[in-house]
């Protein structure tokens, strides 16, 4: 709201060369008669009204043009940013704006307050949620319905299928949204269930994580929720899902596996789709002669990475990610909405036998038996390795948590225990036994830790207090 009030005045001042004095008591006439009194921030409705009231006064002092281009933005998803490229396009379309006008405008708009982002190198704007929302709320012609097919217009090219037009990596990620935006839910399914548009969504969309261009999975699967009624268009979603672990890495099999998972479907509609991936694969040395994959069922997701045995997982408590560890020496963290690898927690030098997450849900200890003797504590958001925990002597049979999330206790054929501090990755404390121990249980109130070991002992041991690190 500060942003906006800011940028209303300097625009009265460098660009009409009003005195600050004069713009500042313009600026309050105008706060009065929009009505903008002290609210209480921490009063969603009162900061609403306020946020509102503020922003009106910004679209006012626009030109009719570059209001309209304003409004044109709400047709963007949250947190995209919008590339020059796709907005030449569009205005183009709508005001006649070639290159030059589409950066002059995007300027006077920042100038204004009204983009979060301006950048010239990059050459992409950024519109904030808020102004967004308030867009969206805001009434006006044309409708928000009719501006997206105003932006489907703009890409559309006279009888040239959608996956032959020439475009970039935005018409393939987001066609299917803004045709479901402006309402044109049967050209949506035609498109959903075209084998050659599945194809190009496929081969011509990608996402970019730390500089390496990866296909599209979880966009092209998430598209075939925007049409639920559709049977057909589920069916297809379900399948795509289940052979994300395929087609990520090899999109060329995308026909063979809706053949094999579908062609025993009674559905019109995906009996051409099977038709057509049938005929796709004429070419191919080996042709399917029966559909013989699994058709969509209770089968949601493979997560396919691991190089050798999974020995464990566990879901977090998002319920949207899992994290598995193998005997390959790595843990992996997956998205379980599209199944894509988000992380590979890479440093143990032989398997990981086991894994526990830590309460609050960003971090995992994780340790390893063989020649490796070591627990790892992992950032799970970055990936990024915290801590080594070092000092067993031998194969580590297990470790468990305290409830203070700050330290935790592990055992080792070295017949020790070792209590850790998991902020400095130091022992805390370290206790000899007997023999190894196999199981161990920490007491209620965390004072008193019990040890069995391999020679049919109990033992009763203190544990050192957390205010004793």
């Known amino acids: 709201m500060t ?16 005195s600050p004095q004069l713009a500042i008591k313009a600026l309050n006439l105008k706060l009065d008669k929009n009505g903008v009194t ?18 009106e006064i910004s679209f006012s002092s626009l030109s009719k043009d570059d209001q309209q281009r304003l409004c044109e933005l709400a047709v963007f998803k949250e947190d995209l940013a919008i590339s020059f490229q796709v907005l ?22 920042f100038d204004h307050s009204l983009l979060l982002d301006f950048n010239l190198a990059d050459r992409h704007i950024r519109l904030h949620d808020a102004i967004r929302a308030w867009l969206i709320g805001r009434p006006g012609e044309p ?12 890409y559309r090219a006279s009888d040239t299928p959608w ?84 087609i990520g890495k090899y999109p060329e099999q995308v026909a063979l596996q809706i053949y094999g998972r579908l062609a025993t479907s009674k559905l019109s509609s995906i009996k051409r789709l099977c038709a057509d991936a049938l005929t796709e694969s004429a070419g191919r040395i080996l042709q399917p002669k029966y559909p013989a994959l ?20 566990v879901s977090l408590a998002d319920g949207r990610r899992a994290l598995s560890w193998s005997s390959d020496g790595t843990l992996r963290l997956w998205d379980l909405d599209g199944g894509a690898l988000l992380h590979t927690l890479a440093g143990h030098e032989a ?3 086991d894994a526990v997450l830590l309460a609050d849900g960003r971090r995992a200890l994780s340790w390893s038996k063989d020649n490796d003797h070591t627990l790892r504590l992992w950032d799970l958001e970055s990936g990024a390795l915290l801590h080594a925990l070092a000092g067993h002597e031998g194969w580590i049979k297990g470790a468990v948590l305290l409830h203070d999330g700050r330290r935790a ?61």
Not at 419 to 447: P, S
């Open 38 to 55: 002290a609210f209480d921030h921490k009063n969603p409705v009162e900061r609403n009204e306020a946020v509102n009231k503020t922003l």
């Open 88 to 109: 030449e396009r569009f205005w183009l379309h709508t005001g006649q704006l070639d290159e030059l006008d589409v950066e002059e405008t995007c300027q006077r708009l």
């Open 163 to 246: 996956s032959q037009v020439a475009g970039d990596d935005y018409l393939y990620q987001q066609l299917c949204y803004h045709l479901a935006e402006a309402g044109q839910h049967q050209e949506l399914e035609q498109l959903l269930l075209n084998l050659h548009w599945i194809k190009a969504r496929l081969t011509r969309s990608f996402v970019r994580s730390s500089r390496i261009a990866e296909v599209d999975l979880h966009g092209l699967v998430a598209d075939y929720d925007l049409l639920p009624q559709s049977e057909a268009v589920n069916l297809v979603g379900k399948t795509l899902q289940m052979s994300s672990h395929v």
């Open 3 to 18: 942003r906006g009030a800011n940028g209303w005045l300097r625009n009265r001042i460098y660009e009409s060369h009003e």
């Open 143 to 154: 409708s928000l319905v009719d501006r997206h097919a105003q932006l489907i217009t703009s």
């Open 409 to 469: 206790l592990s055992w080792s054929a070295d017949c020790t225990l070792r209590l850790w501090d998991l902020l400095t990755g130091k022992i805390i404390d370290i206790h000899m036994m007997d023999a190894t121990a196999t199981t161990v249980l920490v007491g209620m109130q965390e004072r008193r830790i019990f040890a069995g070991d391999a020679l049919g002992h109990v033992h009763c041991i203190s544990l050192k207090p957390p205010d004793s690190i």
């Open 294 to 313: 699994n058709p969509p069922g209770n089968l949601l997701l493979t997560l396919a990475g691991h190089a050798a045995c999974v020995y464990g997982a």
């Open 351 to 353: 398997s990981v036998d």
